[in-house]
C-alpha cells in the first residue's frame, strides 16, 4: 500500500517493500464513527479561509449536525465562534478530534486527546503516523488516518457535488444543464 509523498520517512517501516503495517477503519466502520459522533474538536484551526482546515470548519458548521471546536492557542475567534488554546480548555470532551498540524506534533495532540476522553483520533489527509495509531488503539480511541473528514461526511451524505467536488458518478439518468 502506497502512502502520500508527504509522509515522512522516518515513520514508514524498515521493510524491503516499505510497506505500511497499520490498516484503518473500513468505510462503513468509519460512517459508524460519523453518525455516533455528537461533537468535533479540530486542532489546527485556522482563521484564514485559504486553509483547508477553514473550509473543513465551515463544511461541519453548516452541513453537519455536529457541535464544532476550535483549537488554536493564537487566534480567538474562528468563524464566529471561540477558539481554545488546548483540548483541556473545551467546555466538553469531544467525541473526535480532527487534527491539522504536523507530523511532529501528533503524538502530543494524541495524549491531549486521550487525557480528556475523546473517542476518535481523526488525522487529515496527507497525515500519517503509525506509531500514533498503535498508541491510540492502545489507549482505546479509534484512528482514522489520511482522510478528510469533509469529504467523508460529504460521501456518506451525498454532498460531494458541494463546493466543486467532481463525484464521477455515471448515471443513466439524464442530468439537468443550467
Not at 459522533?37 to 449536525?65: C, E, M, N, W
Not at 480548555?89 to 491539522?100: C, G, K, M, R, Y
Request: with cysteine; charged share 20%; aromatic share 8%.
Amino acid at each position: 500500500m502506497s502512502r502520500p509523498p508527504s509522509v515522512p520517512a522516518t515513520d514508514r517501516p524498515s521493510t524491503e517493500e516499505n510497506a505500511w503495517t497499520w490498516a484503518g477503519p473500513s468505510a462503513p466502520e468509519r460512517l459508524t464513527i460519523l453518525r455516533n459522533t455528537t461533537s468535533i474538536a479540530i486542532v489546527g484551526a485556522s482563521d484564514k479561509p485559504s486553509r483547508a482546515s477553514y473550509f473543513v470548519a465551515s463544511y461541519l458548521q453548516s452541513s453537519s449536525r455536529y457541535k464544532v471546536y476550535f483549537v488554536n492557542p493564537v487566534v480567538k475567534e474562528i468563524l464566529g465562534q471561540p477558539a481554545y488554546a488546548s483540548l483541556a480548555d473545551l467546555p466538553e470532551s469531544p467525541d473526535l478530534v480532527d487534527v491539522f498540524r504536523r507530523h511532529d506534533d501528533l503524538p502530543g495532540v494524541l495524549e491531549e486527546a486521550a487525557a480528556v476522553g475523546a473517542r476518535t483520533l481523526w488525522l487529515q489527509l496527507g497525515s500519517w503516523h503509525e506509531e500514533v495509531a498503535r498508541n491510540a488503539a492502545a489507549a482505546g480511541l479509534q484512528v482514522v488516518m489520511d482522510r478528510c473528514i469533509k469529504i467523508e461526511h460529504a460521501r456518506f451524505h451525498g454532498g460531494l457535488g458541494l463546493a466543486g467536488f467532481d463525484t464521477g458518478v455515471i448515471s443513466a439518468k439524464r442530468q439537468l444543464t443550467a
